[in-house]
């Protein structure tokens, strides 16, 4: 263990480093929030910091989170932190020096590594600054990690950019890997129940009394209660018609993760002529076999676009099943409409009026120059709360972003988004 002596050297000189390494992490999907970067830096002066294995078991326990990213981890921790050679005490004997600068600390997260004891000033200092160059397999393994973490970053910021219509098998597996990486914060509520809090806003009267039986009947102190907090409902009603034919499969990606990892209900619902609702078959794990009981299900796949059809099939027998309890109404089309423009715009009054939060996320809207000349669009427009685009893994995550920061006690506000005013003057 270090001194408190060692501890604030440590905590001056290696927390630039720590923060950047975080920042790395983040760019690669992993969830290394200021939060954990807090608890590993609490951490730091607890553990031995002349072991690496300890500061990269610290590392791993405090800034990883999931089990599946620790390859992505250990690339990116023997980039920031690469194994050096270990160096014996200088109370030993210059024989057994020798033989002990000949070992190599074992590679981060390996079993059964010995943990040999590392210098703070080699783990913690540039590659350049070990005094490595003698040890050429070493320094090649070490390039090797790092070009190999470059190469993924890169390769997945390109993917959060590229357009899902240009999407291809392999690159539509490696979204679906970066979908399943989104943190689906949900929109909060406030709830009718109420649970017990230490600084809450209201008095518990029955927990309070209980707690006077323990004094005499003496009132010692007042228990506390607050409100319940739980995630808002999600409706999903998602357009499969002919065209949004490039974009569906990668939507429907996106629609069974949102199903599994936000701990909401979420509803889902898919139309081209006529409404059809998938929930029980996005629900399944695999996302393979969940598709192919949607594609079954579905029976006008491809087809043509009524959607003030199938959202007053919606309105009148699913609204007041899952629209309760201040639910989120998203709706994903291109806007290219063959039914009734008039009818389509009762439907969308209607269903923001029952809705806590009304959203249209259009593809072609990430299209330079998009204009929404549609009927369908222009019918729709008046009655949104959010116009938002959905054409890549960026406007996805936008999306996570936008709908965790929805205000949990306050309602929302109907007064018009003027960016959809814009939109309309064009």
């Not at 975080?22 to 929030?33: E, P, S, T, W």
């Not at 160059?133 to 070009?147: F, H, R």
């Not at 399944?284 to 059809?309: F, Q």
């Not at 809705?355 to 009655?383: C, E, F, V």
Request: charged fraction near 30%; aromatic fraction near 6%; include cysteine.
């Amino acid at each position: 263990m270090i001194t408190e002596r060692q501890a604030e050297p440590v905590a001056a000189g290696l927390l630039h480093r720590v923060v950047r390494f975080a920042q790395a992490l983040r760019r690669a999907g992993v969830n290394a929030n200021p939060g954990r970067v807090a608890d590993l830096a609490t951490a730091m002066p607890l553990i031995d910091l002349t072991r690496r294995d300890d500061f990269y078991y610290a590392c791993r326990t405090t800034l990883l989170a999931r089990n599946d990213q620790r390859e992505l981890f250990d690339a990116i921790f023997t980039e920031y932190w690469p194994p050096v050679r270990v160096m014996s005490d200088s109370s030993e004997s210059e024989g057994s020096s020798d033989a002990a600068g000949d070992q190599q600390s074992p590679a981060p997260g390996e079993e059964g590594a010995e943990g040999d004891p590392t210098a703070v000033s080699k783990v913690y200092t540039s590659p350049k600054q070990d005094g490595d160059s003698d040890d050429q397999s070493n320094s090649s393994e070490q390039k090797q990690g790092a070009a190999t973490a470059r190469t993924s970053y890169s390769h997945d910021e390109a993917l959060r950019d590229k357009n899902f219509g240009e999407f291809s098998d392999d690159e539509l597996s490696n979204a679906r890997r970066l979908m399943e990486q989104l943190q689906h914060q949900m929109a909060r509520r406030l709830t009718r129940r109420n649970a017990a809090a230490r600084q809450g806003r209201s008095v518990d009267l029955r927990r309070t009394v209980r707690r006077a039986f323990t004094t005499g009947g003496e009132t010692m102190s007042f228990a506390r209660k607050e409100r319940k907090i739980k995630p808002r409902p999600l409706v999903l009603i998602c357009d499969v018609s002919g065209s949004m034919e490039r974009y569906t499969r990668a939507l429907l990606h996106f629609l069974h993760t949102v199903s599994h990892a936000t701990g909401a209900n979420v509803e889902t619902f898919v139309f081209a002529t006529r409404l059809t609702r998938v929930t029980p078959s996005l629900k399944r794990r695999r996302v393979d076999e969940a598709l192919d009981k949607v594609a079954e299900e579905v029976t006008d796949w491809s087809g043509g676009t009524r959607t003030g059809e199938a959202l007053s099939v919606f309105n009148r027998t699913w609204g007041r099943r899952v629209l309760g309890r201040g639910a989120i109404a998203m709706i994903i089309s291109d806007g290219w409409d063959r039914g009734d423009a008039v009818l389509l715009g009762k439907e969308m009054e209607r269903l923001r009026r029952t809705s806590y939060r009304l959203i249209w996320l259009n593809p072609l809207l990430g299209s330079p120059g998009y204009r929404p000349l549609t009927r369908g669009m222009q019918a729709a427009l008046p009655h949104l709360d959010e116009f938002l685009p959905a054409h890549n893994l960026r406007a996805l995550e936008d999306l996570v972003h936008k709908l965790a920061a929805l205000p949990v006690r306050r309602a929302p506000d109907r007064r018009g988004n003027p960016k959809i005013a814009a939109l309309m003057k064009r």
